[in-house]
């Protein structure tokens, strides 16, 4: 079980909450109300499993059945590591040790094999680990974290070319011989692909009324909000993505296809 409550003075403005206190009063008596449903649906709450984080606060300790939960700064969900602070630095480093274990497993075990035999391994040990949830936080990292994990990538493909472990080397062209995206690239390919997902049939089926402007033309969506959080979300992202796709693969019917365009356009450098 998981719970977190977010205190903003944008929150309380509008009477939702007023304070702190009354902040951790209905957290303690959310977690009391899903313990009583457990218990009303025939199910064991493990409380030594159960997380609670607070989001622009730090909650107090909350009490489930004389058992204590002690708040935490970052929890994992689904895989995915979630801060307090809403930042991806815990998930990235964690991202970035199982890219560098993946190449380890890479140069060990594939010792008597071929490049190609060692490149397969790199698309399902070291590319599998980074694009898992990769939509939720790829598009979100900033350039120094990219980075972070591309440099994890890159001893994955000295493990690919048996390359030794430090020293200079060209691993950018490397990579690109070998045929394998870039950390930017796949964030692209991922944001290129959900916009076009999300919103083709609904921008391909409307009918507004009024002239035909270039914008409409091109198929664009209105141009997101972009303040605050919103520029965080991926689905603001989407609409700008959607916004620079070419209007062959906007009106391509055939998701396959689309799909494969968008894939050359993402990994054309």
Not at 61 to 79: A, C, D, Q, R, Y
Not at 121 to 149: D, H, M
Request: contains cysteine; positive net charge.
């Amino acid at each position: 079980m998981h719970l977190s409550l977010e205190a903003q003075p944008s929150v309380w403005e509008h009477g939702c909450i007023n304070t702190i206190e009354e902040c951790n009063s209905k957290l303690q008596s959310v977690a009391l109300e899903l313990s009583r449903w457990y218990d009303l649906v025939g199910l064991s709450l493990n409380v030594k499993k159960s997380e609670v984080m607070g989001f622009g606060f730090t909650p107090k300790i909350i009490s489930i059945n004389n058992e204590s939960i002690k708040p935490s700064t970052s929890i994992k969900f689904l895989g995915l590591t979630i801060q307090s602070d809403l930042k991806w630095n815990a998930h990235v480093d964690y991202i970035c040790n199982k890219l560098r274990a993946s190449a380890g497993r890479i140069r060990f075990e594939g010792r008597h094999f071929t490049v190609k035999d060692r490149k397969t391994l790199y698309f399902a040990w070291t590319q599998g680990s980074l694009l898992s949830n990769g939509l939720a936080f790829l598009p979100r990292l900033n350039s120094g974290q990219e980075l972070k994990l591309q440099v994890a990538c890159n001893s994955a493909i000295r493990a690919i070319l048996r390359l030794p472990r430090y020293g200079y080397l060209p691993l950018s062209s490397l990579r690109q011989q070998l045929r394998i995206p870039s950390v930017e690239e796949l964030s692209n390919k991922l944001i290129l692909e959900a916009a076009w997902k999300k919103n083709y049939l609904a921008v391909t089926n409307r009918n507004l009324p009024g002239a035909t402007t270039r914008a409409r033309s091109n198929l664009e969506m209105i141009h997101p909000n972009q303040n605050g959080h919103r520029s965080h979300m991926i689905s603001t992202k989407c609409d700008i993505a959607w916004n620079e796709l070419p209007i062959a693969i906007k009106t391509e019917p055939v998701k396959s296809r689309a799909l494969n365009m968008i894939k050359k356009l993402a990994f054309k450098s």
